[in-house]
């Protein structure tokens, strides 16, 4: 079974932090994505990388950044947090020649 | 620009009732057109579509494509409680392996 984890469920940080959210997968995937969910708007691309150290903006990369050091992990950073980045974040991943992503559990960020 | 819209975006029914779940999309480059299930965890996968008019079928769940029309749907029959959930489409787009959402399609299943 394909694993995709997620460091935290839940997260609260201040406006102005820098927050890093962490993802690792477990099947050797060389595609990995970021989104987040917001009521009304669906899932929105931020980021993904299709190999190490390879990244490549989504649909909303404002306001973020990655890193990709290893194939397993994939981190979303955020480098100074403000209010209208709460969401919920979904990190995924995918196998070479499949159209299916599989995702982590997410996590739901506050920041006030 | 590429879109994907669901509809409706909620819906309440009772349990037994048939639903059906609506996605049309305008996107360059098709690949594929995927329907997940999300309860208060991570999506999980139904369906990858990629030929038209080839109807899949999983238990009291089944879906269809139509490319020439642009739009794909979702039949949930005999609807129980534990079907209740958002369920997103999304569509494959090029060769990065992104996938294009829609705003998804609440359920909500009474007894």
């Known amino acids: 079974d394909v694993k995709v984890t997620q460091s935290s469920r839940y997260l609260v940080k201040r406006t102005g932090e820098k927050v890093f ?7 050797d995937h060389e595609n990995m994505f970021w989104y987040r969910q917001d009521p009304g708007l669906g899932l929105r691309l931020i980021y993904f990388s299709y190999d190490v150290k390879m990244k490549e903006k989504g649909d909303i990369p404002e306001g973020y950044s990655v890193s990709r050091e290893k ?11 403000s209010t209208n980045q709460t969401s919920m974040y979904l990190c ?3 196998p070479p020649g499949s159209g299916e992503q599989y995702f982590g559990p997410g996590t739901r960020l506050t920041v006030t | 620009e590429d879109k994907v819209v669901q509809s409706p975006l909620s819906l309440v029914v009772h349990e037994g009732d048939t639903v059906t779940l609506n996605c049309s999309y305008e996107v360059t480059n098709f690949r594929s057109l995927l329907w997940y299930k999300q309860e208060k965890k991570a999506p999980t996968f139904l369906f990858m579509l990629t030929s038209s008019g080839i109807e899949k ?19 949930i029959t005999a609807t129980q409680t534990g079907d209740s959930a958002i369920y997103l489409c999304a569509v494959g787009s090029g060769n990065t392996g992104k996938l294009i959402f829609g705003q998804g399609t609440t359920l909500q299943v009474k007894p």
Request: aromatic fraction near 4%; charged fraction near 30%.
């Open chain 2, 57 to 75: 079928k999983s238990g009291r769940l089944s879906s269809i494509l139509d490319k020439k029309e642009l739009f794909s749907i979702l039949n």
């Open chain 1, 71 to 81: 194939k397993e992990r994939f981190s979303l950073i955020l480098e100074s947090a």
């Open chain 1, 21 to 27: 959210l962490e993802c690792v997968q477990d099947m």
């Open chain 1, 92 to 94: 995924a991943s995918r």
